[in-house]
């Protein structure tokens, strides 16, 4: 069973410094990664998908990685903004069948990006 | 605007009552979820549908009967809920296989 774990659980910084959110799982037989963003009250918001097949997706200031081999991805973040600070979730699409249709997610990490 | 829409935003109800939370999307898209978001856990998908037909019921009380009658309409139907079952339950859909999913702003439920 998959199991897909994100650190740290909470992250405070100044504006403007760089930082990575980390996620792991444990089951390297993976069809994609998603990570999104969750507001309060609200639902998520689609920031970056890697495929299985590639290393790495941009978008803007967002950077995310992915390590098959050692069950790891990272989302970097670059000149935070306090309009940065949500939750961050990580999910895992499984199997190698079903185009990654079942997502696994980890419990988040909270960021607040402080002036 | 997430081209996911869900209804109603916020719903409170007895543990007798019945009542049902509506997913509609106008993405074009052929797989649709629910899911349920509770404080401090991680999101659990509830049900798949794709082109209209359950392809996942990842072992959900009967007390939540999923209907898709199309593809771009999901209807998840509540009877005799309990405390526990409050939570925040989201609503997704996704094109071909290999692409995002997108979510709606979830429908808050209080079970009393």
């Known amino acids: 069973k998959q199991e897909v774990t994100q650190i740290p659980a909470a992250l405070s910084v100044p504006e403007g410094e760089n930082l990575v959110l980390n996620c792991s799982f444990t089951?390297?037989?993976?069809?994609?990664l998603q990570w999104f963003r969750q507001d309060p009250g609200k639902g998520l918001t689609s920031l970056l998908l890697i495929q299985s097949s590639q290393r790495e997706q941009t978008s803007g200031r967002l950077n995310a990685s992915l390590d098959k081999s050692s069950g790891r991805s990272t989302l970097y973040i670059a000149a935070s903004q306090p309009g940065d600070s949500a939750t961050y979730l990580c999910?895992?699409?499984?199997?190698?069948?079903?185009?990654?249709?079942?997502?696994?997610f980890g419990t988040g990490t909270q960021l607040k990006v402080e002036l | 605007e997430t081209g996911v829409t869900q209804t109603p935003r916020h719903l409170v109800m007895g543990m007798t009552n019945k009542k049902s939370l509506k997913c509609e999307q106008h993405l074009g898209h052929n797989a649709m979820y629910w899911y349920k978001q509770s404080a401090k856990k991680p999101l659990e998908l509830m049900f798949v549908?794709?082109?209209?037909?359950?392809?996942e019921n990842n072992s959900v009380p009967s007390r939540f009967s999923p209907e898709c009658p199309n593809s771009s309409h999901l209807f998840l139907h509540l009877h005799t809920l309990q405390p526990e079952d409050s939570a925040l339950y989201l609503c997704?859909?996704?094109?071909?296989?290999?692409?995002?999913?997108?979510f709606g702003d979830g429908t808050r439920l209080s079970i009393l």
């Open positions: 089951d390297s037989a993976i069809y994609n």
């Open positions: 999910a895992v699409g499984g199997g190698l069948t079903g185009g990654g249709n079942k997502l696994t």
């Open positions: 997704a859909s996704r094109g071909g296989g290999g692409q995002p999913q997108h």
């Open positions: 549908y794709n082109f209209k037909e359950q392809t």
